[in-house]
């Protein structure tokens, strides 16, 4: 579903993101785990197409990030840490706002955006601006708003920040969900107890380069994630 090949990204004499490799495949949760500035976010801002890359290749099912962006965002979605939203809308707006962009029918729209919005007990804020919303309120809407089109991928960049627990709940079934039907999750997180349990593959980034990826079992063995990762981190 996803194949990065190679993938570097500098900024200046930076490089943020050096000959990194990756391949997830349909039906995975695949999780991307490393410290503040290690590269995650430039990683996952390459593959949506926001960033360009000074070298390698991205394929998202089988379509070149590089050759046919607007061809590769029909087929994924974004969820930011922090998502920004046109405040001055409706919940409701700018979800029909996202819908027309990828051209959902207004049968398809209006039973997803109520299956959605009731399992996150969002319906009755609808119908207000945006601009009122709490930071929870908002990563809501903008998950909702990123499943809207039934995307084959998704990549989402701290995905639980500003969740509360039964919401990350419904999120984590949702996102299994998707897999079981075909799609692939490519997230990034800070909480390793969450990646422990959600994720079929991880891998460890490090001050741009990859230095392990695997299957849980294949990454931690005996030990938690928690403590392969920090003993990953204090290796020179």
């Given at each position: 579903?996803?194949?990065?090949?190679?993938?570097t990204?500098t900024?200046?004499?930076?490089?943020?993101?050096?000959?990194?490799?990756?391949?997830?495949?349909?039906?995975?949760i695949?999780?991307?785990?490393?410290?503040?500035?290690?590269?995650?976010?430039?990683?996952?801002?390459?593959?949506?197409?926001?960033?360009?890359?000074?070298?390698?290749?991205?394929?998202?099912?089988?379509?070149?990030i590089?050759?046919?962006?607007?061809?590769?965002?029909?087929?994924?979605?974004?969820?930011?840490?922090?998502?920004?939203?046109?405040?001055f809308?409706?919940?409701?707006?700018f979800?029909?706002?996202?819908?027309?962009?990828?051209?959902?029918?207004?049968?398809?729209?209006?039973?997803?955006?109520?299956?959605?919005?009731?399992?996150?007990?969002?319906?009755?804020?609808?119908?207000?601006?945006?601009?009122?919303?709490?930071?929870?309120?908002?990563?809501?809407?903008?998950?909702?708003?990123?499943?809207?089109?039934?995307?084959?991928?998704?990549?989402?960049?701290?995905?639980?920040?500003?969740?509360?627990?039964?919401?990350?709940?419904?999120?984590?079934g949702m996102?299994?969900?998707?897999?079981?039907?075909?799609?692939a999750?490519?997230?990034?997180?800070?909480?390793?107890?969450?990646?422990?349990?959600?994720?079929?593959?991880?891998?460890?980034?490090?001050?741009?380069k990859?230095?392990?990826?695997?299957?849980?079992?294949?990454?931690?063995?005996?030990?938690?994630?928690?403590?392969?990762?920090?003993?990953?981190?204090?290796?020179?």
């Amino acid at each position: 579903m996803l194949k990065i090949v190679n993938l570097t990204k500098t900024y200046g004499d930076k490089r943020a993101v050096d000959d990194l490799t990756l391949h997830i495949l349909p039906g995975e949760i695949y999780g991307f785990i490393g410290h503040n500035g290690a590269g995650k976010t430039t990683t996952i801002k390459s593959v949506c197409g926001i960033l360009k890359f000074d070298s390698g290749e991205i394929m998202i099912d089988g379509t070149s990030i590089r050759e046919d962006p607007l061809g590769c965002k029909r087929k994924l979605a974004y969820i930011p840490d922090n998502p920004d939203m046109y405040e001055f809308m409706t919940g409701i707006q700018f979800l029909n706002f996202v819908a027309d962009i990828f051209g959902v029918s207004a049968d398809d729209r209006r039973k997803r955006i109520a299956e959605y919005a009731d399992a996150f007990s969002l319906t009755d804020d609808l119908a207000q601006p945006i601009s009122a919303y709490s930071h929870g309120m908002k990563q809501k809407l903008a998950i909702i708003s990123a499943l809207i089109h039934e995307p084959k991928l998704v990549i989402m960049d701290e995905p639980f920040v500003g969740l509360d627990p039964k919401a990350s709940h419904i999120l984590k079934g949702m996102m299994r969900d998707i897999c079981d039907r075909g799609g692939a999750i490519f997230f990034s997180t800070h909480v390793l107890e969450v990646a422990e349990k959600l994720c079929d593959k991880i891998a460890i980034i490090k001050d741009g380069k990859l230095i392990k990826s695997g299957t849980m079992d294949e990454v931690k063995g005996d030990d938690s994630l928690e403590e392969v990762f920090l003993e990953l981190e204090d290796a020179k």
